[in-house]
């Protein structure tokens, strides 16, 4: 079962990742993170949806260059943290 306790190790895990390469986020108290990207967060949703990843671009919900992120299992943020990495490699 994918518990409180876990989502929040998991949730902590994630942005201390985000702070690692320098991404700003939201604090949050919920099961996600709105997380500042360096593209738009309709492009960031593109190239993640490639890689099986949906996340929800913030342009749609009125910020421009953010992505809300669902904190999921750890092994599957551990993947999207790969992924973010080479994007991010790519970008800058």
């Not at 989502?7 to 108290?29: A, G, H, M, T």
Request: with cysteine.
């Amino acid at each position: 079962t994918h518990s409180r306790e876990s989502n929040k190790r998991v949730k902590e895990e994630f942005c201390q990742f985000l702070d690692s390469i320098n991404w700003k986020y939201y604090p949050s108290y919920t099961n996600f993170v709105l997380v500042s990207t360096p593209t738009s967060g309709m492009e960031f949703f593109d190239q993640l949806i490639r890689h099986g990843f949906i996340v929800r671009p913030g342009e749609l919900l009125g910020y421009p260059n953010t992505v809300r992120i669902t904190i999921g299992k750890a092994e599957d943020m551990e993947e999207l943290q790969e992924i973010i990495k080479k994007i991010d490699g790519q970008i800058r």
